[in-house]
């Protein structure tokens, strides 16, 4: 399995240091039933090449048609990725551990360390950012080329439906997920769905507390060809989309994602509607 460049979540773990020392009064409030994604809010900042864009608190930050190149980096308080422009992968989404009742980790912990998109030159031929909004914790990046679109939304959230990435090509196209350093996928007794997370306990009370850590892949107009203990692949149809789901939603018991192929969105979940099942325990990887 590939793992994270270690120098890439340093910068992330240090992007959230002064976060971190600003919310300590909230350490050592124990986990909430999960009620919303985080109860601290959340603040995305977008570097673009070389330019870091982090706009006032309830104002927009919008861009059209810029070229842009290398990497495009992400950072937010309770969680960060990159985007590689060369192939618009998705790489290093770490949860940064910040202080806040609904965090599932303690520590800048990469959750997937890719999730890629397999397109050919000639998709990725031409391509520049057409569409870029940034208000507070939400993120739409849109990318356009010579043969199609790729959007992604990223909600800055400690948990909940907040990631997912969609495509407008002409076929369908294949995506590589593979999670990061630790974690595992597994088959949750309670529910019988594939979950990924790390097995390791909630901690209810103390300077450590946090909720398990529990994720989901959610798909729409997908179908998954491959599965192991650390990598899925899909095939995503023209307007289908791959989200990432994080706690209480990953785990409830409902009928997942609808079939949407327009206007589809990172937090298209029920979202603690119905009751959830209690923690798997010690759950064993995918053989």
């Not at 603040?43 to 982090?54: F, K, L, R």
């Not at 290093?92 to 009742?101: M, Q, R, S, V």
Request: with cysteine; net charge neutral.
């Amino acid at each position: 399995m590939s793992t994270a460049p270690t120098r890439r979540v340093a910068g992330i773990a240090a992007a959230v240091a002064a976060v971190t020392i600003a919310a300590v009064a909230l350490v050592g409030v124990a986990p909430a039933s999960a009620s919303g994604k985080t109860s601290t809010g959340g603040d995305y900042a977008v570097t673009i090449n070389g330019t870091t864009t982090n706009p006032a608190s309830g104002k927009d930050f919008k861009a059209k048609d810029l070229a842009v190149s290398g990497t495009i980096k992400v950072r937010g308080i309770h969680n960060g990725f990159d985007i590689r422009v060369a192939d618009l992968g998705v790489y290093d989404y770490t949860l940064t551990g910040a202080p806040d009742t609904q965090r599932m980790v303690t520590k800048p912990t990469v959750v997937f360390a890719s999730k890629i998109p397999s397109l050919t030159a000639a998709q990725l031929s031409g391509t520049k950012l057409s569409q870029l909004e940034v208000r507070d914790d939400t993120l739409t990046a849109i990318f356009a080329t010579g043969a199609g679109k790729f959007k992604i939304q990223a909600k800055d959230g400690a948990q909940g439906g907040i990631f997912q990435m969609e495509t407008e090509f002409a076929g369908p196209v294949t995506f590589t997920h593979t999670l990061g350093a630790g974690l595992f996928y597994f088959t949750n007794p309670y529910t019988g769905k594939i979950n990924f997370g790390d097995g390791t306990p909630a901690v209810t009370s103390g300077s450590g507390s946090h909720q398990m850590l529990l994720g989901k892949d959610s798909p729409q107009v997908a179908t998954k060809t491959s599965q192991t203990a650390t990598t899925t692949t899909w095939t995503v149809q023209p307007g289908g989309r791959l989200g990432g789901v994080l706690g209480e939603d990953a785990v409830e018991l409902s009928a997942g994602a609808t079939n949407c192929t327009s206007q589809c969105q990172a937090q298209n979940q029920i979202r603690g509607s119905l009751p959830g099942p209690p923690d798997p325990v010690d759950p064993t990887p995918l053989g």
